[in-house]
């Protein structure tokens, strides 16, 4: 069973920044995810098995940065300039599928983290 536990979220103000971390019990590639109650769970970032390549939401680019540490099975998700409309509920997962083309929908991924809360004050 693969394990992912997220941590580093909290409470901070428009323009600020924040990095999240995402433990795993093996190596897969990941995304980020993050939902807002009453809707569905939207898509941020993600990062293939080997780093090399990242896909990013419209909403976080150029704000958002996802990367990896292979040898920690560790991914992270650095987060500048937030804005109030960041605040969510953070969920870190990961897909069996080791190869082939990125993924951006909650259905391709596999295995999912307890989700950290971001809350951006304006």
């Known amino acids: 069973q693969v394990q992912l536990v997220e941590s580093g979220g909290g409470l901070v103000q428009a323009g600020g920044s924040l990095r999240l971390s995402c433990a795993a019990s093996?190596?897969?590639?990941m995304g980020w995810f993050r939902q807002t109650p009453g809707k569905e769970r939207e898509f941020v970032a993600a990062?293939?098995?080997?780093?090399?390549?990242?896909y990013y939401a419209d909403s976080v680019k150029g704000r958002f940065t996802i990367s990896r540490d292979n040898a920690k099975n560790t991914v992270y998700l650095q987060m500048n300039s937030l804005k109030p409309e960041d605040t969510a509920v953070y969920y870190c997962?990961?897909?069996?599928?080791?190869?082939?083309?990125?993924?951006?929908?909650?259905?391709?991924?596999?295995?999912w983290g307890q989700g950290t809360q971001v809350t951006v004050s304006s």
């Open positions: 997962a990961a897909t069996k599928a080791l190869f082939g083309r990125m993924r951006f929908l909650s259905g391709e991924y596999d295995y």
């Open positions: 093996g190596r897969y590639p």
């Open positions: 990062t293939s098995w080997t780093g090399d390549s990242t």
